[in-house]
């Protein structure tokens, strides 16, 4: 059944145009946390947790986890544009994720976990270059943003087992996300604004 739905996320460009669906791709440290964050976001359709930003065709988590394929663990959001806006999913973004850092993410080292947000056509980096810039001005911390934004690559859909992780290893997720320290930064970094 995932696979299948894999499938359709990845049809999303032609069947999503007639139901008047959108596409988002975010990278912020561990797809399973990424994948957390915007399941909650009213508006979204759907998340596939994969990888970006390599080279090498349909690689695997084993390879990319070595850190030598030139990806980053990314998610795909298809979402209702009627619902939901890309400046809320950006926000969203920002407020969940660390930008102070190149190649890490709380507990998780090395380029298959930089941040970035990945436009797919030129409203979107528009928006996205605002928003660095709006945060960079109004940032809570001192630390400099240093997220990239660069154009969207081809997607690769991790395997079965990455796919709701969260959901269906709720206890083993818990452990993981506390333990690497994720909520603890984000509150210190953004504090004020992921209460509200």
């Known amino acids: 059944m995932t696979r299948f739905l894999l499938v359709l996320f990845l049809l999303a460009p032609a069947l999503g145009q007639g139901q008047g669906l959108a596409k988002a791709t975010f990278a912020a440290g561990c797809f399973w946390c990424t994948e957390e964050a915007f399941d909650k976001v009213p508006g979204v359709v759907s998340t596939v947790s994969g990888y ?54 709380f507990c998780d080292h090395g380029s298959q976990y930089r941040p970035g947000i990945f436009f797919h056509d030129a409203e979107q980096k528009r928006l996205a270059e605002a928003s660095r810039a709006r945060w960079q001005k109004d940032k809570p911390f001192r630390e400099p943003i240093v997220t990239p934004i660069e154009a969207a690559g081809e997607f690769w859909p991790a395997e079965d087992y990455h796919q709701d992780y969260y959901k269906k290893n709720p206890a083993r997720y818990r452990f993981y996300v506390t333990g690497c320290g994720r909520y603890d930064r984000l509150d210190q970094l953004w504090g004020k604004y992921r209460a509200k």
Do not use: C, I
């Not at 090498?56 to 084993?62: E, G, L, R």
């Not at 939901?84 to 950006?90: H, R």
């Open 52 to 105: 970006m930003g390599g080279e090498m065709k349909n690689p695997s988590y084993a390879l990319v986890s070595t850190g030598r394929t030139g990806h980053t663990e990314v998610l795909q959001v298809a979402y209702d544009p009627k619902k939901l806006s890309y400046e809320k999913l950006l926000e969203t973004f920002w407020l969940n994720h660390d930008p102070t850092y190149l190649d890490r993410q």
